[in-house]
Protein backbone atom coordinates (compact mmCIF):
# COMPACT_ATOMS: atom_id res chain seq x y z
CA UNK A 1 0.00 0.00 0.00
CA UNK A 2 2.41 2.38 1.08
CA UNK A 3 4.94 1.73 -1.85
CA UNK A 4 1.98 2.48 -4.29
CA UNK A 5 0.99 5.70 -2.60
CA UNK A 6 5.14 6.75 -3.16
CA UNK A 7 4.86 5.69 -6.83
CA UNK A 8 1.68 7.19 -7.06
CA UNK A 9 2.92 10.55 -5.14
CA UNK A 10 5.36 10.52 -7.79
CA UNK A 11 4.23 10.07 -10.37
CA UNK A 12 1.95 12.40 -10.01
CA UNK A 13 4.44 14.87 -9.20
CA UNK A 14 6.29 14.11 -12.78
CA UNK A 15 3.18 14.70 -14.31
CA UNK A 16 2.57 17.82 -13.36
CA UNK A 17 6.38 19.11 -13.70
CA UNK A 18 6.21 17.79 -17.39
CA UNK A 19 2.93 18.78 -18.48
CA UNK A 20 2.12 22.04 -16.35
CA UNK A 21 -2.04 21.13 -16.80
CA UNK A 22 -4.61 23.12 -16.01
CA UNK A 23 -7.53 21.63 -14.85
CA UNK A 24 -11.12 23.67 -15.44
CA UNK A 25 -14.27 23.06 -13.91
CA UNK A 26 -16.22 24.77 -16.29
CA UNK A 27 -19.17 22.38 -16.09
CA UNK A 28 -19.20 21.15 -12.58
CA UNK A 29 -17.43 21.15 -9.04
CA UNK A 30 -14.84 18.53 -7.89
CA UNK A 31 -17.04 15.98 -6.05
CA UNK A 32 -16.56 12.57 -4.52
CA UNK A 33 -20.24 11.84 -5.73
CA UNK A 34 -19.72 8.24 -7.91
CA UNK A 35 -19.46 9.77 -11.80
CA UNK A 36 -18.28 8.55 -14.88
CA UNK A 37 -15.16 10.18 -16.83
CA UNK A 38 -15.24 10.30 -20.37
CA UNK A 39 -12.51 12.08 -22.07
CA UNK A 40 -10.59 12.17 -25.38
CA UNK A 41 -8.04 9.88 -25.86
CA UNK A 42 -4.64 10.48 -27.94
CA UNK A 43 -1.74 10.01 -25.58
CA UNK A 44 -0.33 7.58 -23.06
CA UNK A 45 -0.37 10.40 -20.00
CA UNK A 46 -4.31 11.41 -20.75
CA UNK A 47 -5.01 8.95 -17.94
CA UNK A 48 -2.15 9.71 -15.29
CA UNK A 49 -3.14 14.04 -16.12
CA UNK A 50 -6.87 13.62 -15.34
CA UNK A 51 -6.36 11.66 -12.20
CA UNK A 52 -3.40 14.11 -11.51
CA UNK A 53 -6.04 16.92 -11.88
CA UNK A 54 -8.79 15.69 -9.40
CA UNK A 55 -8.36 16.89 -6.12
CA UNK A 56 -6.93 14.15 -3.77
CA UNK A 57 -9.13 12.91 -2.28
CA UNK A 58 -11.61 12.83 -5.16
CA UNK A 59 -8.41 10.73 -6.61
CA UNK A 60 -8.46 8.18 -4.62
CA UNK A 61 -12.37 7.14 -5.24
CA UNK A 62 -11.17 7.55 -9.08
CA UNK A 63 -10.26 3.97 -11.18
CA UNK A 64 -9.30 4.47 -14.82
CA UNK A 65 -10.48 2.01 -17.12
CA UNK A 66 -7.52 0.31 -19.34
CA UNK A 67 -7.05 -2.02 -21.75
CA UNK A 68 -6.51 -5.68 -20.02
CA UNK A 69 -4.56 -6.32 -23.01
CA UNK A 70 -2.18 -3.82 -22.20
CA UNK A 71 -1.95 -3.13 -18.90
CA UNK A 72 -2.69 -6.75 -17.75
CA UNK A 73 0.85 -8.36 -17.43
CA UNK A 74 3.06 -8.55 -14.68
CA UNK A 75 6.21 -5.95 -14.01
CA UNK A 76 5.62 -2.19 -13.52
CA UNK A 77 2.76 -1.93 -16.19
CA UNK A 78 0.75 -4.29 -14.25
CA UNK A 79 1.84 -2.75 -11.04
CA UNK A 80 1.32 1.15 -12.13
CA UNK A 81 -2.11 -0.41 -13.21
CA UNK A 82 -3.35 -2.35 -10.31
CA UNK A 83 -1.70 -1.19 -7.34
CA UNK A 84 -1.41 2.06 -8.02
CA UNK A 85 -4.55 3.44 -10.75
CA UNK A 86 -6.48 0.55 -9.35
CA UNK A 87 -7.71 0.60 -12.70
CA UNK A 88 -10.19 -1.57 -13.78
CA UNK A 89 -8.65 -3.60 -16.47
CA UNK A 90 -11.56 -5.03 -19.44
CA UNK A 91 -10.85 -7.36 -22.46
CA UNK A 92 -11.61 -4.78 -25.49
CA UNK A 93 -10.90 -8.17 -28.39
CA UNK A 94 -14.98 -7.58 -28.32
CA UNK A 95 -15.81 -11.00 -27.23
CA UNK A 96 -18.69 -9.78 -25.21
CA UNK A 97 -19.48 -6.42 -24.76
CA UNK A 98 -22.40 -6.81 -22.00
CA UNK A 99 -19.88 -8.69 -20.22
CA UNK A 100 -17.36 -5.88 -20.23
CA UNK A 101 -20.20 -3.33 -18.93
CA UNK A 102 -21.80 -5.28 -16.29
CA UNK A 103 -17.36 -5.73 -15.31
CA UNK A 104 -17.70 -1.80 -15.24
CA UNK A 105 -20.55 -1.57 -13.46
CA UNK A 106 -19.77 -4.18 -10.45
CA UNK A 107 -16.27 -2.82 -9.98
CA UNK A 108 -17.67 0.73 -9.35
CA UNK A 109 -20.01 -0.64 -6.95
CA UNK A 110 -21.54 2.46 -4.56
CA UNK A 111 -18.52 4.40 -4.27
CA UNK A 112 -15.95 4.41 -7.17
CA UNK A 113 -15.77 6.80 -9.84
CA UNK A 114 -14.53 5.86 -12.99
CA UNK A 115 -12.02 7.50 -15.97
CA UNK A 116 -13.44 5.99 -19.35
CA UNK A 117 -12.10 6.39 -23.08
CA UNK A 118 -15.21 6.09 -24.81
CA UNK A 119 -13.05 6.26 -28.47
CA UNK A 120 -11.61 2.52 -27.38
CA UNK A 121 -8.15 3.36 -28.29
CA UNK A 122 -5.63 6.25 -28.65
CA UNK A 123 -6.33 8.67 -31.60
CA UNK A 124 -3.76 11.46 -33.28
CA UNK A 125 -5.22 14.46 -31.19
CA UNK A 126 -6.77 16.09 -34.50
CA UNK A 127 -10.33 14.02 -35.05
CA UNK A 128 -12.15 12.79 -31.90
CA UNK A 129 -13.20 9.01 -33.13
CA UNK A 130 -16.82 7.81 -33.00
CA UNK A 131 -17.73 6.54 -29.15
CA UNK A 132 -18.04 2.34 -28.74
CA UNK A 133 -21.60 1.88 -27.27
CA UNK A 134 -20.37 1.04 -23.92
CA UNK A 135 -20.67 4.27 -22.11
CA UNK A 136 -24.20 4.23 -23.38
CA UNK A 137 -24.88 0.72 -21.91
CA UNK A 138 -23.10 1.83 -18.76
CA UNK A 139 -25.01 5.04 -18.77
CA UNK A 140 -28.41 2.97 -18.64
CA UNK A 141 -27.38 0.03 -16.32
CA UNK A 142 -26.31 3.22 -13.85
CA UNK A 143 -29.07 5.71 -14.53
CA UNK A 144 -28.09 7.26 -11.05
CA UNK A 145 -24.38 7.87 -11.49
CA UNK A 146 -23.33 11.49 -13.83
CA UNK A 147 -21.70 11.35 -16.90
CA UNK A 148 -19.14 13.89 -16.77
CA UNK A 149 -17.22 14.92 -20.49
CA UNK A 150 -13.45 15.86 -19.47
CA UNK A 151 -11.42 17.17 -22.74
CA UNK A 152 -7.67 16.58 -22.64
CA UNK A 153 -5.78 19.67 -24.41
CA UNK A 154 -1.94 19.55 -26.03
CA UNK A 155 -1.12 15.99 -24.36
CA UNK A 156 -0.80 14.59 -27.74
CA UNK A 157 2.10 17.55 -28.57
CA UNK A 158 3.44 15.99 -25.17
CA UNK A 159 3.55 12.84 -26.00
CA UNK A 160 1.75 11.17 -28.91
CA UNK A 161 1.03 7.87 -29.63
CA UNK A 162 4.49 6.18 -30.79
CA UNK A 163 6.80 8.64 -29.36
CA UNK A 164 8.88 7.85 -25.84
CA UNK A 165 10.49 11.05 -25.59
CA UNK A 166 8.29 13.57 -24.02
CA UNK A 167 8.29 17.55 -25.39
CA UNK A 168 7.00 19.70 -21.94
CA UNK A 169 4.42 21.98 -23.21
CA UNK A 170 1.73 22.92 -21.19
CA UNK A 171 -1.65 21.16 -20.89
CA UNK A 172 -5.29 21.96 -19.96
CA UNK A 173 -8.11 19.52 -18.71
CA UNK A 174 -11.71 20.92 -18.52
CA UNK A 175 -14.36 19.21 -17.23
CA UNK A 176 -18.06 19.99 -18.76
CA UNK A 177 -21.44 20.25 -17.49
CA UNK A 178 -22.47 16.15 -16.48
CA UNK A 179 -24.98 14.23 -18.68
CA UNK A 180 -27.29 11.31 -18.32
CA UNK A 181 -28.82 9.31 -21.19
CA UNK A 182 -32.55 10.16 -21.34
CA UNK A 183 -34.98 7.52 -20.96
CA UNK A 184 -36.09 7.81 -24.52
CA UNK A 185 -32.60 8.66 -26.25
CA UNK A 186 -31.87 5.87 -28.13
CA UNK A 187 -28.23 4.85 -28.64
CA UNK A 188 -27.30 6.73 -31.48
CA UNK A 189 -28.23 10.04 -30.37
CA UNK A 190 -27.03 9.31 -26.65
CA UNK A 191 -23.81 8.56 -28.25
CA UNK A 192 -23.62 11.69 -30.50
CA UNK A 193 -24.74 14.17 -27.97
CA UNK A 194 -22.18 12.76 -25.40
CA UNK A 195 -19.77 13.38 -28.47
CA UNK A 196 -21.04 16.78 -28.89
CA UNK A 197 -20.75 17.38 -25.75
CA UNK A 198 -17.15 16.65 -25.45
CA UNK A 199 -16.38 18.56 -28.31
CA UNK A 200 -18.12 21.83 -27.06
CA UNK A 201 -15.06 21.46 -24.46
CA UNK A 202 -12.38 22.36 -26.69
CA UNK A 203 -10.60 25.84 -26.18
CA UNK A 204 -12.26 28.76 -28.79
CA UNK B 1 26.77 35.18 -0.14
CA UNK B 2 30.11 38.00 -0.46
CA UNK B 3 28.47 40.16 -3.59
CA UNK B 4 25.24 40.92 -0.90
CA UNK B 5 27.73 41.91 1.38
CA UNK B 6 29.02 44.53 -0.83
CA UNK B 7 27.70 47.67 -0.52
CA UNK B 8 25.95 49.09 -3.51
CA UNK B 9 24.24 45.62 -3.47
CA UNK B 10 22.76 46.39 -0.36
CA UNK B 11 21.36 49.93 -1.18
CA UNK B 12 19.97 48.41 -4.50
CA UNK B 13 18.20 45.73 -2.67
CA UNK B 14 17.55 47.88 0.07
CA UNK B 15 15.81 50.10 -2.07
CA UNK B 16 13.88 47.56 -3.80
CA UNK B 17 12.24 46.60 -0.06
CA UNK B 18 11.22 50.03 0.20
CA UNK B 19 9.67 50.30 -3.15
CA UNK B 20 7.81 46.71 -2.14
CA UNK B 21 6.85 47.77 1.02
CA UNK B 22 5.43 51.14 -0.55
CA UNK B 23 3.91 49.24 -3.04
CA UNK B 24 1.94 47.35 -0.82
CA UNK B 25 0.96 49.79 1.77
CA UNK B 26 -0.44 51.81 -1.58
CA UNK B 27 -2.14 48.69 -2.28
CA UNK B 28 -4.07 48.51 1.03
CA UNK B 29 -4.95 51.80 0.80
CA UNK B 30 -6.70 51.57 -2.88
CA UNK B 31 -8.30 48.23 -1.97
CA UNK B 32 -10.05 50.03 1.21
CA UNK B 33 -10.95 52.98 -1.13
CA UNK B 34 -11.94 51.10 -3.99
CA UNK B 35 -15.64 51.05 -5.03
CA UNK B 36 -17.52 50.28 -7.95
CA UNK B 37 -16.63 46.35 -9.61
CA UNK B 38 -14.43 47.69 -12.23
CA UNK B 39 -12.29 49.58 -9.94
CA UNK B 40 -12.35 46.86 -7.50
CA UNK B 41 -11.01 44.25 -10.08
CA UNK B 42 -7.98 46.60 -11.18
CA UNK B 43 -7.29 47.20 -7.68
CA UNK B 44 -7.16 43.28 -7.00
CA UNK B 45 -4.99 42.68 -9.94
CA UNK B 46 -2.67 45.53 -8.81
CA UNK B 47 -2.25 43.86 -5.69
CA UNK B 48 -2.20 40.37 -6.90
CA UNK B 49 0.62 42.22 -9.07
CA UNK B 50 2.39 43.65 -5.96
CA UNK B 51 2.20 40.33 -4.44
CA UNK B 52 4.07 38.43 -7.64
CA UNK B 53 6.49 41.05 -7.25
CA UNK B 54 7.38 39.63 -3.36
CA UNK B 55 8.27 36.47 -4.73
CA UNK B 56 10.06 37.31 -8.11
CA UNK B 57 12.39 39.71 -5.83
CA UNK B 58 12.73 36.92 -3.33
CA UNK B 59 13.95 34.44 -5.66
CA UNK B 60 15.94 36.77 -7.56
CA UNK B 61 17.91 37.98 -4.25
CA UNK B 62 18.67 34.21 -3.52
CA UNK B 63 19.77 33.85 -6.94
CA UNK B 64 21.73 36.97 -6.87
CA UNK B 65 23.64 35.49 -3.15
CA UNK B 66 24.27 32.53 -4.73
CA UNK B 67 26.77 33.98 -6.63
CA UNK B 68 26.86 33.30 -10.49
CA UNK B 69 25.40 29.88 -10.86
CA UNK B 70 22.26 30.66 -9.23
CA UNK B 71 21.74 33.54 -11.11
CA UNK B 72 22.43 31.34 -14.74
CA UNK B 73 20.14 29.04 -13.14
CA UNK B 74 17.06 31.47 -12.67
CA UNK B 75 17.32 32.85 -16.29
CA UNK B 76 18.22 29.09 -17.67
CA UNK B 77 14.93 28.27 -16.29
CA UNK B 78 12.96 31.17 -17.26
CA UNK B 79 13.90 30.25 -20.88
CA UNK B 80 12.82 26.95 -20.36
CA UNK B 81 9.70 27.73 -19.29
CA UNK B 82 9.01 30.49 -21.67
CA UNK B 83 9.81 28.31 -24.44
CA UNK B 84 7.41 25.97 -23.45
CA UNK B 85 4.61 28.84 -22.78
CA UNK B 86 5.67 29.84 -26.48
CA UNK B 87 5.68 26.90 -28.38
CA UNK B 88 2.81 25.68 -26.13
CA UNK B 89 0.71 28.53 -28.10
CA UNK B 90 2.35 28.27 -31.64
CA UNK B 91 0.54 25.26 -33.75
CA UNK B 92 3.54 22.64 -34.30
CA UNK B 93 2.37 19.71 -35.85
CA UNK B 94 3.76 15.95 -35.06
CA UNK B 95 6.58 15.98 -37.19
CA UNK B 96 8.43 18.80 -35.06
CA UNK B 97 7.91 16.26 -31.78
CA UNK B 98 12.12 15.51 -32.29
CA UNK B 99 13.01 18.98 -33.18
CA UNK B 100 11.16 20.21 -30.31
CA UNK B 101 12.94 17.67 -27.80
CA UNK B 102 16.50 18.14 -28.79
CA UNK B 103 15.62 22.22 -28.39
CA UNK B 104 14.28 21.31 -25.15
CA UNK B 105 17.14 19.18 -23.75
CA UNK B 106 19.59 19.82 -25.37
CA UNK B 107 20.06 23.75 -26.80
CA UNK B 108 18.58 25.54 -23.58
CA UNK B 109 20.54 23.69 -21.41
CA UNK B 110 23.84 24.15 -23.76
CA UNK B 111 23.43 27.80 -24.28
CA UNK B 112 23.51 28.46 -20.48
CA UNK B 113 26.54 25.79 -19.82
CA UNK B 114 28.12 27.98 -22.48
CA UNK B 115 27.16 31.08 -20.21
CA UNK B 116 28.73 29.14 -17.20
CA UNK B 117 32.26 28.15 -18.64
CA UNK B 118 32.47 31.32 -20.45
CA UNK B 119 32.44 30.41 -23.47
CA UNK B 120 31.69 33.58 -25.29
CA UNK B 121 32.35 32.67 -29.33
CA UNK B 122 30.23 29.66 -29.40
CA UNK B 123 27.46 31.21 -26.96
CA UNK B 124 27.21 34.26 -29.56
CA UNK B 125 26.14 31.77 -32.79
CA UNK B 126 25.07 28.37 -31.07
CA UNK B 127 21.38 28.99 -31.88
CA UNK B 128 21.68 31.59 -34.65
CA UNK B 129 24.06 28.77 -36.32
CA UNK B 130 23.70 24.93 -34.98
CA UNK B 131 20.13 25.38 -33.52
CA UNK B 132 19.14 26.92 -36.75
CA UNK B 133 20.58 24.76 -39.32
CA UNK B 134 19.86 21.58 -36.99
CA UNK B 135 16.41 21.59 -36.29
CA UNK B 136 14.85 22.32 -39.53
CA UNK B 137 17.16 18.95 -40.64
CA UNK B 138 15.68 17.47 -38.03
CA UNK B 139 11.86 18.27 -39.02
CA UNK B 140 12.62 17.46 -42.78
CA UNK B 141 13.43 14.08 -41.64
CA UNK B 142 10.68 13.16 -40.12
CA UNK B 143 9.12 13.72 -43.21
CA UNK B 144 6.12 15.96 -42.94
CA UNK B 145 6.43 19.26 -45.28
CA UNK B 146 2.58 20.52 -44.57
CA UNK B 147 3.43 24.39 -43.54
CA UNK B 148 7.08 23.77 -43.03
CA UNK B 149 8.78 26.71 -43.43
CA UNK B 150 6.29 28.22 -41.09
CA UNK B 151 7.00 25.74 -38.21
CA UNK B 152 10.49 26.01 -38.45
CA UNK B 153 10.51 29.82 -38.35
CA UNK B 154 8.38 29.71 -35.57
CA UNK B 155 10.35 27.18 -33.75
CA UNK B 156 13.80 29.38 -34.47
CA UNK B 157 12.26 32.40 -33.51
CA UNK B 158 10.92 31.00 -30.45
CA UNK B 159 14.25 29.94 -29.11
CA UNK B 160 15.67 32.91 -30.36
CA UNK B 161 13.96 35.53 -28.27
CA UNK B 162 13.37 33.26 -25.52
CA UNK B 163 16.19 31.41 -25.20
CA UNK B 164 19.02 33.14 -27.01
CA UNK B 165 17.44 36.93 -26.27
CA UNK B 166 17.49 35.82 -22.12
CA UNK B 167 20.65 34.60 -21.60
CA UNK B 168 22.11 37.36 -22.48
CA UNK B 169 21.32 39.05 -19.13
CA UNK B 170 23.17 36.19 -16.98
CA UNK B 171 26.19 36.66 -19.94
CA UNK B 172 26.76 40.05 -18.03
CA UNK B 173 28.43 38.10 -15.71
CA UNK B 174 30.88 37.31 -18.24
CA UNK B 175 32.60 40.43 -19.23
CA UNK B 176 35.67 41.67 -18.16
CA UNK B 177 35.46 45.46 -17.64
CA UNK B 178 38.46 47.57 -16.63
CA UNK B 179 38.11 48.55 -12.69
CA UNK B 180 34.83 46.70 -12.27
CA UNK B 181 36.53 42.56 -11.52
CA UNK B 182 33.85 41.06 -9.50
CA UNK B 183 31.19 43.40 -9.58
CA UNK B 184 29.20 42.73 -12.58
CA UNK B 185 26.33 40.61 -10.47
CA UNK B 186 25.41 44.76 -9.86
CA UNK B 187 24.95 44.92 -13.81
CA UNK B 188 22.81 42.38 -13.91
CA UNK B 189 20.89 43.88 -11.19
CA UNK B 190 20.81 47.08 -12.84
CA UNK B 191 19.47 45.71 -16.07
CA UNK B 192 16.66 43.97 -14.61
CA UNK B 193 16.06 46.92 -12.21
CA UNK B 194 15.67 49.58 -14.91
CA UNK B 195 13.37 47.33 -17.51
CA UNK B 196 11.45 46.53 -14.93
CA UNK B 197 10.69 49.91 -12.80
CA UNK B 198 10.12 50.75 -16.74
CA UNK B 199 7.39 48.35 -16.98
CA UNK B 200 5.88 49.19 -13.78
CA UNK B 201 6.43 53.11 -14.42
CA UNK B 202 4.73 53.04 -17.71
CA UNK B 203 1.45 50.70 -16.25
CA UNK B 204 1.14 53.03 -13.12
CA UNK B 205 1.26 56.52 -15.98
CA UNK B 206 -0.77 54.48 -18.36
CA UNK B 207 -3.43 53.65 -15.77
CA UNK B 208 -3.23 57.29 -13.66
CA UNK B 209 -3.20 59.42 -17.03
CA UNK B 210 -3.09 57.07 -20.24
CA UNK B 211 -5.71 58.60 -22.98
CA UNK B 212 -4.05 58.20 -26.22
CA UNK B 213 -3.85 54.87 -27.41
CA UNK B 214 -0.61 53.88 -29.29
CA UNK B 215 -1.44 50.97 -31.16
CA UNK B 216 -4.97 50.24 -30.10
CA UNK B 217 -4.56 47.05 -32.42
CA UNK B 218 -1.70 45.80 -30.93
CA UNK B 219 -2.27 46.56 -27.08
CA UNK B 220 -5.49 48.39 -25.78
CA UNK B 221 -3.32 49.39 -22.60
CA UNK B 222 -0.31 51.28 -24.22
CA UNK B 223 -0.58 54.65 -24.29
CA UNK B 224 1.47 57.72 -25.07
CA UNK B 225 1.00 58.85 -21.82
CA UNK B 226 2.43 56.27 -20.19
CA UNK B 227 4.89 55.65 -22.58
CA UNK B 228 6.52 58.64 -21.93
CA UNK B 229 5.71 58.91 -18.45
CA UNK B 230 7.51 55.13 -17.88
CA UNK B 231 10.57 56.15 -20.20
CA UNK B 232 11.69 58.91 -18.97
CA UNK B 233 10.61 58.57 -15.29
CA UNK B 234 13.08 54.82 -15.81
CA UNK B 235 15.75 56.86 -17.68
CA UNK B 236 16.07 58.94 -14.81
CA UNK B 237 16.22 56.05 -12.24
CA UNK B 238 18.63 54.27 -14.49
CA UNK B 239 21.04 57.54 -14.81
CA UNK B 240 20.70 58.48 -10.93
CA UNK B 241 22.27 54.29 -10.39
CA UNK B 242 25.08 55.25 -12.12
CA UNK B 243 26.90 54.41 -9.21
CA UNK B 244 26.17 50.23 -9.43
CA UNK B 245 27.52 50.62 -12.52
CA UNK B 246 30.77 50.66 -14.62
CA UNK B 247 29.19 54.43 -16.35
CA UNK B 248 29.31 57.71 -15.73
CA UNK B 249 25.75 59.61 -14.73
CA UNK B 250 25.71 60.66 -18.84
CA UNK B 251 26.40 57.23 -20.02
CA UNK B 252 23.90 55.82 -17.48
CA UNK B 253 21.09 57.72 -18.57
CA UNK B 254 21.82 57.06 -22.06
CA UNK B 255 21.79 53.12 -21.63
CA UNK B 256 18.88 53.28 -19.41
CA UNK B 257 16.84 55.00 -22.08
CA UNK B 258 17.78 52.08 -24.57
CA UNK B 259 17.12 49.20 -22.30
CA UNK B 260 13.51 51.36 -21.44
CA UNK B 261 13.02 51.65 -25.15
CA UNK B 262 13.31 47.80 -26.01
CA UNK B 263 11.74 46.50 -23.12
CA UNK B 264 9.07 48.56 -24.95
CA UNK B 265 9.54 46.97 -28.12
CA UNK B 266 9.14 43.65 -26.71
CA UNK B 267 6.30 44.18 -24.83
CA UNK B 268 4.74 45.54 -28.36
CA UNK B 269 5.92 42.37 -30.32
CA UNK B 270 4.98 40.13 -27.70
CA UNK B 271 1.30 41.66 -27.63
CA UNK B 272 0.92 41.88 -31.33
CA UNK B 273 1.99 38.17 -31.19
CA UNK B 274 -0.23 37.17 -28.54
CA UNK B 275 -3.05 39.34 -30.40
CA UNK B 276 -2.59 37.17 -33.92
CA UNK B 277 -3.21 33.81 -31.65
CA UNK B 278 -5.91 35.11 -30.12
CA UNK B 279 -4.93 35.17 -26.42
CA UNK B 280 -4.28 37.25 -23.53
CA UNK B 281 -1.45 36.20 -22.07
CA UNK B 282 0.86 33.20 -22.72
CA UNK B 283 0.79 31.68 -19.63
CA UNK B 284 -0.63 31.15 -15.71
CA UNK B 285 2.38 31.16 -13.35
CA UNK B 286 2.42 34.34 -12.27
CA UNK B 287 -0.30 35.88 -10.23
CA UNK B 288 -1.89 39.02 -11.97
CA UNK B 289 0.63 39.13 -14.37
CA UNK B 290 0.34 36.09 -17.31
CA UNK B 291 2.89 33.61 -18.00
CA UNK B 292 7.01 33.94 -17.64
CA UNK B 293 6.95 35.76 -21.06
CA UNK B 294 4.97 37.60 -20.27
CA UNK B 295 6.92 39.44 -17.94
CA UNK B 296 10.16 39.25 -19.53
CA UNK B 297 9.07 40.53 -22.38
CA UNK B 298 11.13 43.47 -22.12
CA UNK B 299 14.51 41.75 -20.93
CA UNK B 300 14.46 39.35 -23.74
CA UNK B 301 14.84 42.74 -25.93
CA UNK B 302 16.98 44.63 -24.12
CA UNK B 303 18.92 41.77 -22.70
CA UNK B 304 21.09 41.22 -25.73
CA UNK B 305 21.83 45.11 -26.86
CA UNK B 306 22.38 46.47 -23.25
CA UNK B 307 24.97 43.24 -23.49
CA UNK B 308 26.62 44.17 -26.31
CA UNK B 309 26.95 47.96 -26.01
CA UNK B 310 28.48 47.52 -22.79
CA UNK B 311 30.96 44.74 -23.97
CA UNK B 312 31.56 46.94 -26.67
CA UNK B 313 32.08 50.53 -25.25
CA UNK B 314 33.32 49.20 -21.62
CA UNK B 315 35.88 45.98 -22.25
Redesign the interface.
Same mark, same amino acid.
Given at each position: MSLARLAGGLLIGTTRLLCGPQARWVGCEPSTRQRIYFANHCSHLDAVVLWSCLPPPVRRLTRPVAALDYWGGGGLKGFLAREVFRSILVDRSGADPRAVVDHLAESMGQADSIILFPEGTRGTGEELAPFKSGLYHLSRKRPDVDLVPVSMQNLNRILPKGEILPVPLFSSVSFGAPLRAEESESKTEFLQRAREALLRLVEP | MRILTEPRMVWLFGGVLVLLVLASAIGWVLDRRARGEKARAVIENLNARIRAWWVMCAVFAVATATGGLGSILLFGLMSFVAF #??F? @?MTP @?R #?GD? #?A? +?WA +?FFFIPLQYWLVAVDWYGMFSILIPIYAFLFLPTRTAMSGDTEKFLERTAKIQWGLMVSVYCVSHAPALLMLDIPGFEGQNALLLFYLVLVVQSSDVLQYVFGKTMGRRKIAPDVSPNKTWEGFLGGILSATLLGSALWWATPFTPLQAAGMALVITLLGFSGGLVMSAIKRDR?IKDF??LIEGHGGILDRIDSICFAAPVFFHLTRFFFT
Amino acid at each position: MSLARLAGGLLIGTTRLLCGPQARWVGCEPSTRQRIYFANHCSHLDAVVLWSCLPPPVRRLTRPVAALDYWGGGGLKGFLAREVFRSILVDRSGADPRAVVDHLAESMGQADSIILFPEGTRGTGEELAPFKSGLYHLSRKRPDVDLVPVSMQNLNRILPKGEILPVPLFSSVSFGAPLRAEESESKTEFLQRAREALLRLVEP | MRILTEPRMVWLFGGVLVLLVLASAIGWVLDRRARGEKARAVIENLNARIRAWWVMCAVFAVATATGGLGSILLFGLMSFVAF #REFV @TMTP @TR #RGDH #RAL +FWA +FFFFIPLQYWLVAVDWYGMFSILIPIYAFLFLPTRTAMSGDTEKFLERTAKIQWGLMVSVYCVSHAPALLMLDIPGFEGQNALLLFYLVLVVQSSDVLQYVFGKTMGRRKIAPDVSPNKTWEGFLGGILSATLLGSALWWATPFTPLQAAGMALVITLLGFSGGLVMSAIKRDRGIKDFGTLIEGHGGILDRIDSICFAAPVFFHLTRFFFT
